[in-house]
């Protein structure tokens, strides 16, 4: 199995993502988060695939995010209105994101590495 895997170098939940799916003979094709950030659409695709609300997709911890005051935002803004800030900069964007095609992971949880890409 190959799966994207939209990373950040230097965050170490990304490293350490990184070395599970190695560890456990997953392929990994990497894509540079905010060298080369998913479009909108592609964002779109993945968090309907996901199962998962859009706002986890945000990086909550990171200083774009509180710069620009999104807290409030993200409690009161549209869905298209989400993705078009998230599609803005990858450093918004909640990391890793790996993807197969059909199943979809945001961040990095031992457990469900283990129950999605094993």
Same mark, same amino acid.
């Given at each position: 199995?190959?799966?994207?895997?939209?990373?950040?170098?230097?965050? %170490?939940?990304?490293? +350490?993502?990184?070395?599970?799916? !190695?560890?456990?003979?997953?392929?990994? !094709?990497?894509?540079?988060?905010? !060298? +080369?950030?998913?479009?909108?659409?592609?964002?779109?695709?993945?968090?309907?695939?996901? %199962?998962?609300?859009?706002?986890?997709?945000?990086?909550?911890?990171?200083?774009?995010?509180?710069?620009?005051?999104?807290?409030?935002?993200?409690?009161?803004?549209?869905?298209? !209105?989400?993705?078009?800030?998230?599609?803005?900069?990858?450093?918004?964007?909640?990391?890793?994101?790996?993807?197969?095609?059909?199943?979809?992971?945001?961040?990095?949880?031992?457990?469900?590495?283990?129950?999605?890409?094993?």
């Amino acid at each position: 199995m190959t799966v994207t895997f939209y990373w950040y170098p230097k965050c %170490g939940t990304c490293r +350490n993502a990184k070395k599970w799916l !190695e560890a456990n003979g997953v392929a990994v !094709e990497e894509v540079h988060i905010v !060298e +080369n950030p998913p479009s909108r659409e592609k964002l779109e695709e993945l968090y309907k695939k996901s %199962g998962l609300e859009l706002k986890k997709f945000f990086n909550t911890s990171g200083m774009k995010y509180r710069e620009l005051g999104l807290k409030d935002k993200v409690k009161t803004a549209s869905e298209g !209105e989400l993705l078009d800030i998230l599609a803005t900069d990858g450093m918004l964007i909640k990391r890793p994101i790996t993807t197969d095609g059909s199943k979809v992971t945001v961040g990095f949880n031992e457990k469900q590495f283990e129950e999605t890409w094993k």
